[in-house]
């Protein structure tokens, strides 16, 4: 359910500053902040307390409360997909991933290289320690390196840190804290179950409707 639309990180080295704009986002989580120009996200702001959703289901109250306004385009992004991710998470893999335009992912990194692995390679749903993250960034002794770049993720919940775990199962407090990031994982693996189930339903349901002979003799046995 990851989104197989890259992003880009767009560099203005040497042109004219940003002109950032900010937007805020009412979501299940609490007010959002996000700000960004037109080259790219500059930043995601989680709120630092969180009233966090007791049920199971989606919802439909997850829209821009403020700066709506004279939005940049990958503030557009940004948002359309945030509403996606808590509403209708399915739709995320059809949806571009803004242009990300923060000092820490233009310059040359391992915390860089670190966060573009996380983005690319674990999937919605999943979960890696901070070891098979440093394995799959390219270096293996490097697991407390990963720590410090996820403590540094300028642009969570996108650039999935929760997804991040340690080796006894518990979550990091960082991105959000402990609580935050444990509802963001189960979020994602109910609604990638209940996906699952609606796949599995969907090609019962078509292998009936080709054979109905056979779904007959079923029904009267």
């Known amino acids: 359910m990851a989104s197989r639309l890259v992003p ?100 040359d990194s391992f915390t860089r290289q670190v966060l573009w692995t996380l983005l690319k390679d674990v999937k919605f749903g999943e979960a890696v320690s901070y070891k098979q993250l440093a394995d799959l960034a390219g270096n293996s002794r490097a697991a407390r390196a990963v720590g410090g770049a996820m403590r540094s993720n300028p642009i969570p919940i996108l650039i999935p840190c929760h997804r991040v775990i340690r080796s006894s199962g518990a979550s990091g407090n960082y991105g959000g804290g402990r609580r935050m990031k444990e509802w963001l994982l189960s979020h994602e693996k109910l609604q990638k179950e209940k996906l699952a189930l609606s796949s599995h339903g969907s090609l019962a349901r078509n292998e009936l409707s080709e054979h109905p002979a056979e779904s007959r003799e079923m029904v009267n046995i």
């Open 8 to 107: 880009k990180v767009n560099s203005k080295q040497g042109g004219s500053p940003c002109r950032e704009k900010q937007v805020a986002l009412l979501s299940p989580l609490g007010r959002m902040e996000i700000s960004g120009c037109e080259s790219g996200v500059h930043e995601i702001k989680l709120p630092k307390t969180s009233l966090l959703p007791s049920g199971a289901e989606p919802w439909a109250a997850c829209e821009v409360c403020e700066g709506a306004e004279e939005m940049p385009e990958p503030l557009q992004q940004c948002t359309a997909w945030l509403r996606a991710y808590f509403c209708e998470p399915a739709t995320t893999e059809t949806l571009p991933v803004p242009a990300f335009h923060h000092p820490l992912l233009q310059r």
